[in-house]
């Protein structure tokens, strides 16, 4: 069974930074994208960054390109997202999910029902 975890949520100033963990059990990265998402107080879901297992690429939402890295220890199963320079709207529960490689990084809102979804970290960030 494919498990995530999430972790590395807490109350930040504005302009500081955080790094979110999330280790999964039950899969191979190599097989799997992985994807963080974020989701705020009377928002929609929305997809930040994903990294794909295989080869290593990532790819950036708008809102993350520059302010936030995704890597991946595949030595821990862990992938983490580095947020520098974090903003009050920044401030949500962030998840990390898995996907198979055949839907792709990034990944349509179509499919984002088809992955695995850890349970969610919350950050806030204070102005």
């Known amino acids: 069974e494919v498990q995530l975890q999430a972790s590395g949520g807490g109350l930040v100033q504005a302009g500081g930074r955080l790094r979110l963990s999330c280790t999964a059990s039950?899969?191979?990265?190599?097989?799997?994208?992985l994807h963080w998402f974020r989701q705020a107080p009377g928002k929609e879901r929305e997809a930040l960054s994903c990294?794909?297992?295989?080869?290593?690429?990532?790819s950036y939402s708008d809102s993350a390109q520059g302010r936030f890295t995704i890597s991946v220890d595949n030595s821990k199963n862990t992938v983490y997202l580095q947020m520098n320079d974090l903003k009050p709207e920044d401030t949500a529960v962030y998840y990390c999910?898995?996907?198979?490689?055949?839907?792709?990084?990034?990944?349509?809102?179509?499919?984002?029902?088809?992955?695995?979804w850890g349970q969610g970290t919350l950050v806030t960030v204070s102005s």
């Open positions: 039950g899969l191979r990265f190599d097989d799997y994208a």
């Open positions: 999910a898995s996907f198979s490689l055949i839907w792709g990084c990034p990944i349509e809102v179509t499919n984002y029902n088809f992955g695995r």
């Open positions: 990294i794909n297992g295989e080869n290593g690429q990532a």
